[in-house]
């Protein structure tokens, strides 16, 4: 089975390369991978004692984050090294001012590759967020004598795992991984299903860190002034569909303000032709401008999403209408905001906790989601009572940090 894992792992590379002809983040995570063995020789020596954190994209490195902030605490003589296997994780967190002392990709899983990547540092603990397992790369880890764990697990029924072809992987997760803090008791049922019973469930990490957007300063510049006293929508990561909706919203109630931040700045030009008066965010800063005079503003700017939701009275949040995945729905909730969203979340369970907490709700059709949106705008008690679940749906969830921590670190 380890020879048709790295036939696995060369195809891969195969069909990323010839990808990267034809989209230009595939191409910038190909040549920036050739970057990471200097990028991490030139910072660590063979005797420097490294935590590293892998993390898929930026969704779980935002997972991951708070324990890897405590582990620095804990360990401040320590070195921080995070890789990520896709360029949106990568691309978002380098510009970010950051813990680490190296942030690069995770070079592809080649025995050989690995382990001259591993030689240069001594890893003395090494977790992975929610589910990117690499084979060679565990097996070099555990062979080197780190400490392996999985931060915010989640297993569910389709993984490779629970099928005849994917045992051999489970077998190697048992042997490899220390342990397993799993989001769910669901997904702590179905590891143990296969044997991996060194785990335990310990909640979603992403609550501690969306708690803290609430204590931070959370102004952006401007909005207030755009906002005025006028109910507000915030559209977050929006894809296609969401912005359908935002234009359907638009025409039936013009006594509200639409904030738009598209999940990709390209699509910018897109919402300019679908809402040719709105303002762009970017020319606030150029002239002056009567902000009131404006009811839908376009977000085109970076790293802005988060305090936005602060500002909203209703959040519509995108990837949940197709397969390309729902965004993170909690950085509205935190700040007591019903969330609205469609119902392709297979790999969000914290959706369907929402939901029933009555803090969100999902749609199969953008329509349905229009309408509903327009009914809380005329029902303030339903408004009000979506957005004290949404609160206190974030508030009441455990301090999944600490509880990891006091494993790690017994």
């Known amino acids: 089975m380890s020879l048709l894992y790295s036939i696995f792992i060369s195809l891969l590379i195969f069909g990323m390369k010839v990808f990267s002809w034809l989209d230009d983040k595939t191409k910038k995570g190909v040549e920036e991978r050739k970057q ?28 991951g984050l708070p324990v890897l902030e405590k582990l620095k605490e804990k360990f401040p003589g320590h070195k921080i090294l995070i890789t990520f296997f896709s360029p949106s994780g990568y691309e978002n967190v380098v510009k970010k001012n950051h813990i680490a002392d190296v942030i690069c990709y995770l070079p592809f899983d080649k025995k050989r590759t690995i382990k001259e990547f591993t030689a240069q540092f001594k890893t003395e603990l090494f977790f992975t967020v929610k589910y990117d397992y690499w084979y060679h790369l565990l097996a070099e880890l555990k062979a080197q004598g780190a400490k392996i764990y999985v931060i915010s697990a989640l297993f569910y029924e389709r993984q490779s795992f629970f099928t005849s072809y ?45 708690k803290q957007l609430r ?30 909706i935002a234009s359907m919203i638009f025409r039936k109630n013009a006594d509200l303000k639409l904030i738009i931040a598209p999940h990709d700045l390209k699509r910018v030009e897109h919402l300019k032709n679908i809402f040719p008066d709105a303002l762009l965010y970017s020319e606030i800063k150029q002239s002056e401008i009567h902000l009131a005079d404006y009811q839908v503003l376009i977000i085109d700017s970076i790293g ?88 206190k749906f974030v508030s009441d969830k455990p301090d999944a940090t600490h509880l990891i921590l006091q494993k790690i670190l017994a």
């Open 36 to 63: 990471s063995l200097g990028r991490v020789k030139a910072a660590f020596l063979p005797s420097d004692k490294v935590i590293w954190m892998h993390a898929a994209s930026l969704g779980e490195y935002e997972q």
């Open 304 to 391: 802005l999403l988060s305090k936005l939701y602060s500002y909203a009275n209703i959040a519509v949040v995108g990837g949940g209408f197709h397969d390309a995945g729902l965004h993170n729905i909690l950085e509205a909730a935190t700040f007591g905001v019903p969330v609205i969203f469609g119902n392709h979340y297979r790999k969000n369970p914290e959706a369907d906790e929402l939901i029933a907490a009555n803090g969100g709700k999902s749609f199969t059709e953008e329509q349905a989601a229009a309408d509903f949106v327009l009914f809380l705008l005329n029902n303030e008690e339903e408004l009000n009572g979506m957005s004290d679940c949404a609160g």
């Open 166 to 210: 994917g045992k051999w992987f489970g077998r190697q997760l048992k042997k490899n991984v220390d342990w397993f803090f799993h989001q769910t008791p669901f997904s702590f049922a179905l590891a143990k299903s296969i044997g991996l019973t060194h785990s335990s469930v310990t909640g979603d990490t992403r609550f501690d860190r969306v």
């Open 215 to 244: 204590l931070r300063y959370n102004h952006v510049d401007f909005i207030s002034d755009f906002k005025g006293d006028k109910k507000t929508i915030v559209f977050g990561s929006s894809w296609q569909a969401e912005e359908k």
